[in-house]
């Protein structure tokens, strides 16, 4: 199906049925999963589909509907649903116009890769055997589950403005967790290509992160430490923070943190963060954001300073500001279902500006503290920044050197004031998600044991 023929379509029934103003976003997209379980491939599913998501405005009042796309008649039926919803929506007051076309900064290749969009189902099933041949090269270390998921997809934006934007975009996510007696093991892996991904190194690195955990004992007592934490475990705390404190509609309900900070210190002044949609590898790296308003590189936090909010077409409207190109309706790890949302405030790829000391180093310049290496479940309160977090795997340091790892024990603080308390960032990064970050090093968490 020709995509742009069906947005266009959609966009002209529904201007005839009455709409003052209409977003038709037609996508298509392709997912392919390799599923293990118990160190077997138990299920591969390949899977493509068309959805049509329409936004119809009937003066102030707006109504959204979405559907799979077979032919012409479900397709018709998604602008009558909208046209429905909206009859009978209230008006919204907050609600200005859809965006206007803009031309793109960027190339419409950024963020796609050809040889992943046609990857065989044979060579991932031989990538996940590869991890799991890597990871139990030692026979103590046993592969309970992974998933290896290659994202491919296609959009056509249009609107009544005469806006009208096309994207492509691959992105590939790993997931495999190990066992061996109690102790976990767990490595993520993503990018836009499939190339850039070691599968052998996963497997290897799987195993001797399970292998450490091992040996690892109850922390007692309570101290407060100088805290490490990899990316692996850096990406949820950011996810569930920095998104929050920064999301333009959370700025306008008041509900940010940050709301009224914008150019004061907010973070060290060793840290500098960019939203950064020309991000090669990241799952977000677009020239168009999913209301086909174009994109552009920008500091959130630059020296620790605020630099940037982020929004998209409504919530920009709301601030009299420009839409900064943060209009997203994708996830990071799948692209299931993003035909039936809404444009929302979300980050591209959040981007942290590593430092100039290597990890090694900053252990080593370590008298007492904790590397963190796996959390149960690594979030913070995105509104308050609090956090209590159960570490499931960490190494205790001591003069620079690694002594025990430990388990069974509690991680609590800020984030937002540990942000402002930073003793270090690591010269090397690694993409989770959306987030491409260095280890950092916090000057004080608490460590509670039993």
Same mark, same amino acid.
Not at 217 to 237: C, M, N, Q, S, Y
Not at 256 to 262: A, E, F, I, M
């Given at each position: 199906?020709?995509?742009?023929?069906?947005?266009?379509?959609?966009?002209?029934?529904?201007?005839?049925?009455?709409?003052?103003?209409?977003?038709?976003?037609?996508?298509?997209?392709?997912?392919?999963?390799?599923?293990?379980?118990?160190?077997?491939?138990?299920?591969?599913?390949?899977?493509?589909?068309?959805?049509?998501?329409?936004?119809?405005?009937?003066?102030?009042? #707006?109504? %959204? /509907?979405?559907?799979? &796309?077979?032919?012409? =008649? @479900?397709?018709?039926? *998604?602008?009558?649903?909208?046209?429905? $919803?909206?009859?009978?929506?209230?008006?919204?007051?907050?609600?200005?116009?859809?965006?206007?076309?803009?031309?793109?900064?960027?190339?419409?290749?950024?963020?796609?890769?050809?040889?992943?969009?046609?990857?065989?189902?044979?060579?991932? #099933?031989? %990538? /996940?055997?590869?991890? &799991?041949?890597?990871? =139990? @090269?030692?026979?103590? *270390?046993?592969?309970?589950?992974?998933? $290896?998921?290659?994202?491919?997809?296609?959009?056509?934006?249009?609107?009544?403005?005469?806006?009208?934007?096309?994207?492509?975009?691959?992105?590939?996510?790993?997931?495999?967790?190990?066992?061996?007696?109690?102790?976990?093991?767990?490595?993520?892996?993503?990018?836009?290509?499939?190339?850039?991904?070691?599968?052998?190194?996963?497997?290897?690195?799987?195993?001797?992160?399970? $292998?450490?955990?091992?040996?690892?004992?109850?922390?007692?007592?309570?101290?407060?430490?100088?805290?490490?934490?990899?990316?692996?475990?850096?990406?949820?705390?950011?996810?569930?923070?920095?998104?929050v404190a920064v999301s333009g509609e959370n700025v306008n309900k008041k509900r940010s943190p940050w709301t009224n900070k914008l150019n004061e210190q907010?973070?060290?002044?060793?840290?500098?963060?960019?939203?950064?949609?020309?991000?090669?590898?990241?799952?977000?790296?677009?020239?168009?954001?999913?209301?086909?308003?174009?994109?552009?590189?920008?500091?959130?936090?630059?020296?620790?300073?605020?630099?940037?909010?982020?929004?998209?077409?409504?919530?920009?409207?709301?601030?009299?500001?420009?839409?900064?190109?943060?209009?997203?309706?994708?996830?990071?790890?799948?692209?299931?279902?993003?035909?039936?949302?809404?444009?929302?405030?979300?980050?591209?790829?959040?981007?942290?500006?590593?430092?100039?000391?290597?990890?090694?180093?900053?252990?080593?310049?370590?008298?007492?503290?904790?590397?963190?290496?796996?959390?149960?479940?690594?979030?913070?309160?995105?509104?308050?920044?609090?956090?209590?977090?159960?570490?499931?795997?960490?190494?205790?340091?001591?003069?620079?050197?690694?002594?025990?790892?430990?388990?069974?024990?509690?991680?609590?603080?800020?984030?937002?004031?540990?942000?402002?308390?930073?003793?270090?960032?690591?010269?090397?990064?690694?993409?989770?998600?959306?987030?491409?970050?260095?280890?950092?090093?916090?000057?004080?968490?608490?460590?509670?044991?039993?």
């Amino acid at each position: 199906m020709d995509l742009e023929k069906i947005a266009e379509s959609a966009l002209n029934l529904a201007l005839k049925s009455g709409a003052s103003e209409v977003e038709s976003f037609v996508f298509n997209g392709h997912m392919k999963n390799v599923y293990v379980e118990n160190s077997e491939v138990r299920l591969v599913t390949n899977n493509s589909w068309i959805g049509l998501g329409v936004k119809t405005v009937l003066k102030k009042k #707006i109504g %959204f /509907a979405s559907g799979y &796309i077979y032919n012409d =008649e @479900s397709a018709n039926k *998604v602008v009558q649903e909208s046209i429905k $919803l909206a009859k009978v929506s209230p008006e919204d007051p907050n609600f200005v116009g859809l965006p206007n076309p803009t031309k793109p900064e960027y190339d419409e290749t950024l963020g796609y890769d050809k040889e992943t969009e046609h990857i065989l189902m044979e060579d991932l #099933i031989s %990538f /996940a055997q590869k991890v &799991i041949s890597a990871a =139990e @090269s030692d026979k103590r *270390v046993k592969v309970m589950n992974g998933l $290896l998921r290659v994202n491919s997809f296609e959009f056509s934006i249009k609107n009544s403005h005469g806006l009208s934007g096309t994207n492509k975009g691959t992105f590939v996510f790993l997931h495999f967790t190990t066992k061996s007696g109690e102790a976990e093991g767990v490595k993520k892996a993503y990018s836009s290509k499939i190339s850039d991904i070691n599968f052998r190194l996963v497997g290897e690195e799987l195993r001797k992160k399970t $292998l450490v955990a091992r040996e690892a004992v109850a922390f007692k007592g309570k101290e407060i430490l100088p805290t490490i934490i990899i990316p692996e475990e850096l990406e949820g705390l950011f996810n569930s923070t920095l998104t929050v404190a920064v999301s333009g509609e959370n700025v306008n309900k008041k509900r940010s943190p940050w709301t009224n900070k914008l150019n004061e210190q907010v973070a060290s002044a060793q840290l500098t963060i960019y939203d950064d949609p020309t991000f090669a590898m990241g799952p977000r790296s677009t020239h168009i954001d999913d209301e086909g308003v174009p994109t552009f590189k920008k500091p959130i936090i630059e020296d620790g300073v605020l630099k940037s909010f982020l929004y998209d077409s409504y919530n920009a409207n709301i601030a009299n500001k420009e839409s900064t190109g943060n209009g997203f309706r994708r996830g990071t790890r799948t692209i299931e279902n993003a035909h039936i949302r809404i444009a929302a405030c979300a980050p591209s790829n959040i981007v942290v500006k590593p430092g100039k000391m290597p990890l090694e180093e900053l252990i080593a310049d370590t008298k007492k503290g904790i590397l963190i290496e796996k959390f149960a479940a690594p979030n913070a309160d995105g509104i308050t920044g609090n956090f209590g977090l159960e570490i499931r795997s960490a190494l205790l340091i001591e003069n620079g050197e690694f002594k025990k790892p430990i388990k069974h024990a509690l991680l609590a603080g800020n984030f937002y004031d540990g942000l402002k308390n930073i003793e270090g960032i690591a010269s090397e990064s690694a993409l989770i998600e959306n987030v491409y970050t260095p280890a950092i090093k916090f000057a004080k968490f608490q460590v509670v044991g039993q």
